[in-house]
C-alpha cells in the first residue's frame, strides 16, 4: 500500500498548580495536565496516530512510564521518534489533523505556536499540521475541567 492512515487518542487528567503543556506551548492556567512525560495530551495523541499508521504499536509500548529516561520529558522529543520509527519502516509523514477537547483556557491564540513545534519535531511543513479545538459543552470529566482529551489522524506515504 502506499498511503495509510492512522488514529490516535490520548487524555490526561488535569490538575491544580500542574504545567500545561500543548503541543509544545506552555499554557498559563491555574491547573495541568498530569502524567510521566510533560504530559502533552495533543502530542501523545499525534504520536499515537502515527504509529498506528505504520502498525508500530502504542506510545506506552515504545516510551513506557516505568522508564525513567521518559520521566519529564518533552513529548515533541518522543514525536521526533515515532518520525524515526516510521521513516525506518520506508514511510514518510504526511499530514496531521488533531482535534483538542477541553473547557479551558481557550486555545485559539495559541494554534500557531503549536502548529509550528509540532512541525519543527515531526519534520513536516506548517501547512500540513492542522489543530481544532472545541469544549466538551461543561458536559462530562472534560466539562467540569478535571481532564484534557485530544484525538488525532496522520497521513503516511511510501518513500
Ligand atoms: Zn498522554
Avoid at 509523514?93 to 491564540?109: H, Q, R, S, T
Wanted: charged share 20%.
Amino acid at each position: 500500500m502506499k498511503i495509510k492512515v492512522g488514529f490516535g487518542f490520548d487524555v490526561h487528567q488535569l490538575k491544580e498548580g500542574h504545567p500545561f503543556v500543548l503541543g509544545g506551548v506552555q499554557l498559563a492556567h491555574h491547573s495541568g495536565a498530569f502524567g510521566h512525560s510533560d504530559a502533552d495530551v495533543l502530542v501523545h495523541a499525534i504520536c499515537d496516530a502515527i504509529l498506528g499508521a505504520a502498525n508500530l504499536g502504542d506510545i506506552g509500548h515504545h516510551f513506557p512510564n516505568t522508564d525513567e529516561r521518559w520521566r519529564g520529558i518533552s513529548s515533541l522529543v518522543l514525536l521526533t521518534e515515532c518520525v524515526r520509527l516510521l521513516d525506518e519502516e520506508g514511510w514518510a509523514l504526511g499530514n496531521v489533523d488533531a482535534m483538542l477537547c477541553l473547557e479551558a483556557p481557550k486555545i485559539k491564540p495559541h494554534i500557531p505556536a503549536m502548529k509550528q513545534h509540532i512541525a519543527e519535531a515531526a519534520g513536516v511543513s506548517v501547512a500540513d499540521v492542522s489543530i481544532k479545538a472545541t469544549t466538551n459543552e461543561t458536559m462530562g470529566f472534560v466539562g467540569r475541567q478535571e481532564g484534557v482529551v485530544a484525538y488525532a489522524v496522520c497521513l503516511i506515504e511510501r518513500k
